[in-house]
């Protein structure tokens, strides 16, 4: 499969002026028709050294990469906002007035076939066990919700947005011993997710951006991407998925490791993730055996095309085997 660097126009703009690169204010969206509503961080644009010389040989070389201002959730998205788009009679309970025509015909999941919390808790506490597909889906019925397009991080977007101006392992330094202070994860979990915001946040108000529930990014899982990119600045750049298996999440969860944590750690999907799925083929939708698998939204500074925002949220999904 060939390597495609894209440079997100107009998702990403190529060029951006000055002031353009500056912090954009943080806000609430409401959802539209509801009384739910979920809170984002502006993040400014600049440069970062991406990757890790300590780490993993797929997060080498490490590389200077460029990334346009957006914003980005300030918490992993949860339960409270994720099943009113699961279930309709659910949104409807939540709505003022009638469903809206345009959002009642967003396609919405299967029914999971097995309670999909895992017993962890639902209020305040992170979706997860949704796949890739699902998570865009979600994005598009916020989108009929809201008229914004949200819209899931580039792998790129997403460290940077993690490390917060840091050179370091992790964003408060490199002592793993402090991770407890930011994360629920192996050490401090007790094997579970926990309601989200209960640890510190990071520089640029992100919390959760460790452990807890990884998070899904939009790119394809290659370990020699960075090198397709290393002897230039890579200006936003993406790896567009081509295929279903893998696809990268970031941030580690409730039950990895530090090391599994850090800010560079890259994590591949994988079809075992599905294995117990008895539907043939399987779900697009469910991840039955990921408990720990989750997301973080963003939003783009400028908004880009209609015919852009159709064909992110309109890609039709693959089959699984």
């Known amino acids: 499969?060939?390597?495609?660097?894209?440079?997100?126009?107009?998702?990403?703009?190529?060029?951006?002026?000055?002031?353009?690169?500056e912090k954009p204010k943080a806000y609430k969206q409401e959802i539209t028709g509801t009384k739910l509503s979920f809170e984002m961080q502006g993040i400014p644009g600049g440069e970062f050294v991406m990757g890790s010389k300590k780490g993993k040989p797929d997060e080498q070389p490490v590389h200077t990469v460029k990334v346009d201002p957006f914003w980005m959730g300030t918490y992993e998205v949860i339960w409270d906002i994720y099943e009113p788009f699961l279930y309709k009679d659910l949104e409807a309970s939540h709505n003022v007035g009638t469903v809206p025509a345009?959002?009642?015909?967003?396609?919405?999941?299967?029914?999971?076939?097995?309670?999909?919390?895992?017993?962890?808790?639902?209020?305040?506490?992170?979706?997860?066990?949704?796949?890739?597909?699902?998570?865009?889906?979600?994005?598009?019925w916020l989108y009929a919700r809201t008229g914004e397009f949200y819209r899931l991080p580039t792998e790129a977007e997403w460290e940077y947005a993690c490390r917060a101006g840091s050179t370091t392992?992790?964003?408060?330094?490199?002592?793993?011993?402090?991770?407890?202070?930011?994360?629920?994860?192996?050490?401090?979990?007790?094997?579970?997710?926990?309601?989200?915001?209960?640890?510190?946040?990071?520089?640029?108000?992100?919390?959760?951006?460790?452990?807890?529930?990884?998070?899904?990014?939009?790119?394809?899982?290659?370990?020699?991407?960075?090198?397709?990119v290393k002897d230039a600045k890579a200006s936003n750049p993406v790896a567009t998925?081509?295929?279903?298996?893998?696809?990268?999440?970031?941030?580690?969860?409730?039950?990895?490791?530090?090391?599994?944590?850090?800010?560079?750690?890259?994590?591949?999907?994988?079809?075992?993730?599905?294995?117990?799925?008895?539907?043939?083929?399987k779900s697009n939708w469910w991840f039955p055996e990921a408990p720990f698998v989750g997301l973080r939204l963003v939003r783009s500074l400028q908004k880009p095309t209609q015919e852009y925002i159709d064909a992110y949220y309109n890609k039709a999904p693959i089959k699984d085997f």
Not at 7 to 19: F, I, K, R, Y
Not at 119 to 134: C, I, S, V
Not at 199 to 218: I, Q, R
């Open 169 to 228: 392992e992790f964003s408060f330094g490199n002592d793993e011993k402090k991770l407890g202070e930011y994360a629920w994860y192996d050490a401090n979990s007790d094997g579970k997710t926990h309601k989200v915001g209960e640890k510190k946040p990071n520089a640029w108000g992100l919390y959760d951006m460790y452990g807890n529930v990884s998070e899904w990014t939009y790119d394809q899982y290659l370990p020699e991407f960075y090198a397709s």
């Open 241 to 281: 998925p081509e295929k279903l298996y893998p696809i990268v999440v970031r941030g580690g969860a409730y039950n990895d490791t530090a090391t599994d944590s850090r800010s560079a750690a890259r994590l591949p999907s994988d079809p075992a993730w599905k294995q117990l799925d008895p539907q043939i083929p």
């Open 102 to 140: 345009n959002v009642d015909a967003v396609t919405r999941p299967t029914k999971p076939y097995l309670d999909m919390t895992f017993g962890m808790g639902k209020e305040g506490q992170p979706a997860l066990a949704m796949t890739h597909y699902n998570a865009i889906q979600f994005c598009k």
């Open 1 to 21: 499969m060939s390597i495609k660097l894209l440079l997100l126009l107009p998702l990403a703009c190529a060029v951006v002026s000055v002031a353009a690169q």
